[in-house]
């Protein structure tokens, strides 16, 4: 028994080395993660890559939302939006609490368009920010320039080169280049698509998400035509007036979500991307 008892207590004293030794774990779970190798089909799934620690080589968050503060431009108005809180009760007044009120339209600052922007049988349907589809915004998304002395046209959209099963694509043009969004009064020179490069990105490619680094998707001139091009069949959303400065192009993770407001036609929206 004595003999056993020794056997016994050798085997026990084994099992939990052997144990470690074969479940040993990474520090870090690996996430999945976006590479310039799916640009041809960004949704499929994509290679892994360790979860940074705050050192170099790991995954980092890209805010592209331009913060909010009252010199954000405002289309056709050389003022700004002006002042977007209010504090309506103050401790410092002897309130029980701070509690801030916010008022400003949908469309200030980074803002997603919902279909009902600019057609108003959408607008009269309900397809409102809260009706937008949340798997087009957030996945793969390709940043990239835009030619600076042109307008997005169908030739710049043509010698962009795209490829069939992106669906996702941020425009940085000549906009972010003169800081338009640093700036408090508006430019209406800026940079926008035409109507025909806007008819053609919906003929020629799997895009449905098109962010761009202004106010508005299309160029003053095509204003409205250019915004009716991607809304009439839905299926596009448009991202206005995201923060593209100092950011590399290439293939990232983009997460854009607006809030739940039912009934509006825009929303302000937080977008980062994750590389």
């Given at each position: 028994?004595?003999?056993?008892?020794?056997?016994?207590?050798?085997?026990?004293?084994?099992?939990?080395?052997?144990?470690?030794?074969?479940?040993?774990q990474?520090?870090?779970?690996?996430?999945?993660t976006?590479?310039?190798t799916?640009?041809a089909a960004?949704d499929?799934?994509?290679?892994?890559?360790?979860?940074?620690?705050?050192?170099?080589?790991?995954?980092?968050?890209v805010?592209?939302?331009?913060?909010?503060?009252?010199e954000?431009?405002?289309?056709?108005?050389?003022?700004?939006?002006g002042?977007?809180?209010?504090?309506?009760?103050?401790?410092?007044?002897?309130?029980?609490?701070?509690l801030?009120?916010?008022?400003?339209?949908?469309?200030?600052?980074?803002h997603v368009d919902?279909?009902?922007h600019?057609?108003?049988?959408?607008?009269?349907?309900?397809?409102?920010?809260?009706?937008?589809?949340?798997?087009?915004?957030?996945?793969?998304a390709?940043?990239?320039?835009?030619?600076?002395?042109?307008?997005?046209t169908?030739?710049?959209?043509?010698?962009?080169?795209?490829?069939?099963?992106v669906?996702?694509?941020?425009?940085?043009?000549?906009?972010?280049?003169?800081?338009?969004?640093?700036?408090?009064e508006?430019?209406?020179?800026?940079?926008g698509?035409?109507?025909?490069?806007?008819?053609w990105l919906?003929?020629?490619?799997?895009?449905?998400?098109v962010?761009?680094?202004?106010?508005?998707?299309?160029?003053?001139?095509?204003?409205i035509?250019g915004h009716?091009?991607?809304?009439k069949?839905?299926?596009?959303v448009?991202v206005e007036?995201?923060?593209l400065?100092?950011?590399?192009?290439g293939?990232?993770?983009?997460h854009?979500l607006?809030?739940?407001?039912?009934?509006?036609e825009?929303?302000?929206?937080?977008?980062?991307?994750?590389?």
């Amino acid at each position: 028994m004595a003999r056993l008892a020794v056997v016994l207590m050798i085997l026990f004293a084994a099992v939990p080395q052997a144990l470690l030794a074969a479940g040993a774990q990474p520090d870090h779970p690996r996430l999945p993660t976006c590479s310039a190798t799916a640009a041809a089909a960004p949704d499929a799934a994509a290679p892994t890559q360790e979860l940074g620690n705050g050192g170099g080589g790991g995954s980092r968050i890209v805010d592209i939302t331009h913060a909010m503060r009252p010199e954000l431009p405002v289309m056709g108005s050389a003022a700004g939006v002006g002042p977007l809180l209010r504090l309506k009760k103050s401790m410092a007044n002897g309130s029980r609490s701070n509690l801030s009120e916010l008022r400003m339209s949908a469309h200030t600052g980074t803002h997603v368009d919902a279909p009902g922007h600019m057609w108003q049988r959408h607008f009269d349907a309900g397809f409102d920010v809260d009706t937008l589809d949340l798997e087009l915004l957030n996945g793969p998304a390709l940043l990239v320039d835009v030619p600076r002395d042109t307008n997005i046209t169908a030739e710049v959209m043509k010698s962009l080169n795209i490829p069939r099963g992106v669906r996702r694509v941020l425009f940085r043009t000549l906009n972010t280049d003169k800081r338009l969004m640093w700036q408090k009064e508006s430019d209406l020179s800026f940079v926008g698509f035409t109507e025909g490069g806007a008819q053609w990105l919906v003929d020629h490619t799997d895009i449905k998400l098109v962010g761009v680094d202004y106010l508005s998707v299309s160029s003053y001139d095509y204003l409205i035509s250019g915004h009716v091009v991607f809304s009439k069949s839905r299926e596009i959303v448009i991202v206005e007036s995201l923060k593209l400065d100092d950011v590399e192009a290439g293939m990232y993770m983009l997460h854009c979500l607006p809030l739940r407001l039912v009934g509006a036609e825009g929303s302000p929206v937080r977008c980062i991307l994750i590389k």
